[in-house]
């Protein structure tokens, strides 16, 4: 299984990203696919979670400004994180919980927002 993470980078406050995360070896529509973050110092946070049957979960502090979604042609999951903010920066990492519970990890993409 691979996870390749990316599309992080430097954005302005108020700006937007699109983050994808692009799998390898486990299909993303039939298990659970996830976006995490760690800022430096702090432990990896849960951001955002989409089941097998499209339910979606977010952090409070990304509700109504980020939006996961998969695309299963592309066997692909993003993050579509609008009206960023500077406590956004952090390490993005993508993930997949299988139906089986093992859990795989992507590379971590780096995002920074600059006030």
């Known amino acids: 299984v691979q996870l390749q993470a990316y599309g992080g980078g430097l954005v302005q406050a108020g700006g937007s990203l699109r983050l994808s995360c692009a799998a390898s070896g486990i299909t993303v529509s039939i298990n659970t696919g996830g976006w995490y973050r760690q800022a430096p110092g702090k432990q990896r946070e849960m951001v955002a979670t989409?089941?097998?049957?499209?339910?979606?979960n977010y952090a409070d502090s990304v509700k109504g400004r980020f939006t996961i979604s998969r695309d299963n042609a592309e066997n692909t999951v993003y993050l579509q994180m609008n009206s960023l903010k500077p406590e956004d920066t952090a390490v993005y990492y993508c993930?997949?919980?299988?139906?089986?519970?093992?859990?795989?990890w992507g590379q971590g993409t780096l995002v920074t927002v600059s006030s």
């Open positions: 993930s997949i919980r299988s139906i089986g519970l093992s859990v795989y």
């Open positions: 989409i089941s097998s049957s499209r339910n979606t």
